[in-house]
């Protein structure tokens, strides 16, 4: 038995080592084209700059900021406050769901200087903890 396997053994391991792949080496880095890179613009909370508002079709998804009130893990308590919110507001109220807390959030703003008016305002009203976010918003055109 040990005769007939050493010589498959041995056979097995010179086929092996057959090279039959073909190498492509007519790639050259240097005529390689890469796309130009997009940095993410830096804001910082004290800097003013003016984003222009994108071109995009009206109720479009973008990037935006809206403002949290609260956070709880109790659904009336979350509720109640989008109701008292809804009558004070003209901005959209969202409860957002994000296991296991119920966020309440105002507004779909496409620049943070329209999202800090209106968050100064729920400031007034009695909410303090209040902050912004980034997210993605419903793009809807302002009519004035």
């Known amino acids: 038995m040990n005769n007939i396997i050493l010589p498959i053994f041995l056979l097995t391991m010179i086929l092996a080592q057959e090279n039959t792949t073909n190498l492509d080496e ?3 880095p240097l005529q390689l084209d890469e796309p130009e890179l997009e940095w993410p613009m830096m804001i910082w909370p004290d800097s003013v700059v003016q984003i222009k508002a994108p071109q995009v079709s009206p109720d479009s998804t973008v990037q935006g ?3 949290q009130v609260i956070s709880t893990k109790d659904y009336e308590i979350a509720e109640g406050i989008r109701d008292s919110l809804i ?3 003209r901005e959209e109220i969202y409860i957002v769901f994000d296991s296991p807390n119920y966020k309440v959030r105002v ?3 496409t620049n943070r200087s329209e999202a800090e008016e209106v968050q100064q305002q729920l400031v007034q009203m ?3 903890s209040t902050w912004i976010i980034r997210t993605k918003v419903i793009y809807k055109p302002r009519v004035w």
């Open 26 to 28: 007519s790639f050259d």
């Open 65 to 67: 900021y809206r403002i």
């Open 87 to 89: 009558h004070q507001f």
């Open 107 to 109: 507004g779909n703003f």
């Open 126 to 128: 009695g909410y303090k």
